[in-house]
Structure formats: C-alpha cells, structure tokens
C-alpha cells in the first residue's frame, strides 16, 4: 500500500506541471489535447510493441476502454479551457473539486456503501478550493468549465477502478487515450469551426514542451496512476490529486507571477485540502495495518 501511495503522489507532481505546459503552449485546447493524446498514443504503442506487452482483449472491453477514454478527451479539454478562459490557479483550483464529485458518484457506478467519511474529506477540499481562489466574476467561464473538468475526471476515475483488476495499467491507457484521439479526430472540423484559431501547428519550442507534457506528464504518470489504483480506490486516488493545484499554483507563481491575484485565503485552502488529503492516506494506512 505504501508503495502504492509513493507511485501515486509522484504522479501528482508530474500532473502539477501540466496546468503551466498549457499556458506555455499557446495552441487552443482542442488542438492541445489532440497532439497531447497523438503523441502518447504513438510513443505508448511503439513501446508496448517494443517490450511485447500489448495484452489482447475483447472488442467489447476495447470499445468500452475507448469510451472511457472520450470522457478522458473531454476533461482534458475542459480543464485546458479553463486555464486558457481564466488562468493556471483558476483552473487548477476547479479540478481540486474532483475529490467531491467521486465522493459522490463512487457508490454509484461500483455500488460501494456511501461512505460519510469520505464525503466530509470531499467538503473540506471543496471548502479549501473556496478559501484559496477569491471567486471573480471576470473568471466566471474559465470556473463554469474547470467545474465541469472535475466531473468528467471523478466519473472516468470511477469508470477506470473497475477495468484496472483485468487489463494491464499501460495496454488500458493505449487503448483509452486511442478512444480520445479518434473522438477529437472526427469533432476537430466542427470544434475549429467554432473557435476558429490561426494557430494549427506547435513551434519548434512548443513541440519541446509537448512532448513534455505528453512523456513525462502524460505517459508516465497515467501510468503510475493506474499501478496506484490497483491498491488504492478512485476517491483516494482523487482526493490525492487535490496537491496538483498547490504544485501547478506554485508553479504559476514562480512563473507568471499569478500571486498577484490570490490572496492571503490560498494558504488557508492549502492547509484544508493537505489536512484531508493526510487524513484519507492515514484511513488507507489503518485499514491496511488491520
């Protein structure tokens, strides 16, 4: 278990960079996904062929792997709209709210017995999210989106803790994140239609950062997630993701300065969202002991 909560809180770091890489790359986040996911799909199938690890599974479970992965599509989207309609903080402190939102649908989706406990840890995130952005009427888009980013990623987080006992952690990862790039694939004519954008392809710069993004932030720490979600539920899992915010926000700090738009309230979200992120590894630590 222990092991478990090392791999998943790496993850976390790794996943602190990517609200920053979306900053840093200035493609709209339609298209920024869309390379995201190419590139991972790419280098995690040349990998899986290389090591001879691509695990064969059914049509129907690679059909609803790829379904699962469209949600992923679309949170990803979300959360970079977020960022890109408000800023970094904005958009990393909406996701945080993701912990919640599995609180709610975990017993839903896997028919675990409602757990109060868990809800309350759910509430003092949300309660951190709160105290650590002065809510603007300026970013009120860029909140409506990262709120509805956390939704789609408690409900494939929930989708995933169900598949990740019978298929291996990277064969499920190649064959969701396909699902999301065929998806945006056959929506991008209608989605640059709507927002059309003069920028379709990255510079020789952002290339650098996206296969930063994908590589690092995206291969390998999906990967670590999955291993992590073998021993750990959706809802830990998630509430854990709650440091991504406080990394990516410190990120944003050192670089584009955004303190300047927080206030003194983002400490006090900090030390609510570290305090039930503490208390639910303590839960998972305890029951493991006994």
Not at 24 to 53: A, C, D, P
Not at 110 to 125: A, M, Q
């Amino acid at each position: 278990m222990k092991q478990a909560l090392i791999k998943l809180h790496i993850a976390v770091f790794l996943a602190g960079f990517t609200g920053v890489l979306g900053v840093l790359i200035t493609l709209n986040e339609g298209l920024l996904v869309w390379y995201r996911m190419l590139i991972t799909v790419i280098s995690l199938f040349l990998l899986l062929i290389w090591r001879k690890n691509l695990q064969k599974i059914s049509l129907s479970k690679a059909v609803q792997l790829m379904l699962i992965g469209c949600l992923i599509a679309i949170h990803w989207v979300c959360f970079y709209g977020s960022i890109k309609y408000s800023n970094v903080s904005i958009g990393l402190v909406c996701f945080a709210s993701t912990g919640l939102f599995t609180a709610l649908l975990e017993p839903i989706f896997t028919l675990k017995k409602f757990s109060w406990i868990e809800l309350v840890l759910g509430f003092i995130s949300l309660l951190g999210i709160y105290l650590i952005f002065h809510f603007d009427a300026r970013y009120r888009t860029g909140i409506i989106i990262g709120i509805a980013s956390a939704i789609f990623a408690a409900i494939f987080s929930v989708l995933n803790k169900r598949n990740i006992s019978q298929i291996a952690p990277q064969t499920m990862m190649l064959y969701e994140l396909s699902g999301g790039v065929l998806l945006l694939t056959l929506l991008m004519p209608f989605y640059l239609n709507k927002f059309p954008t003069t920028h379709l392809f990255p510079s020789i710069l952002e290339w650098g950062w996206l296969l930063i993004l994908s590589l690092l932030c995206t291969l390998w720490a999906m990967d670590l997630m999955l291993q992590a979600l073998k021993r750990v539920s959706a809802f830990t899992q998630n509430l854990s993701l709650n440091l991504e915010p406080v990394y990516g926000i410190l990120l944003a700090f050192m670089l584009f300065h955004e303190q300047k738009e927080l206030q003194i309230s983002f400490y006090y979200g900090f030390v609510l969202i570290a305090i039930s992120v503490a208390l639910q590894m303590f839960r998972v630590l305890k029951k493991k002991h006994h």
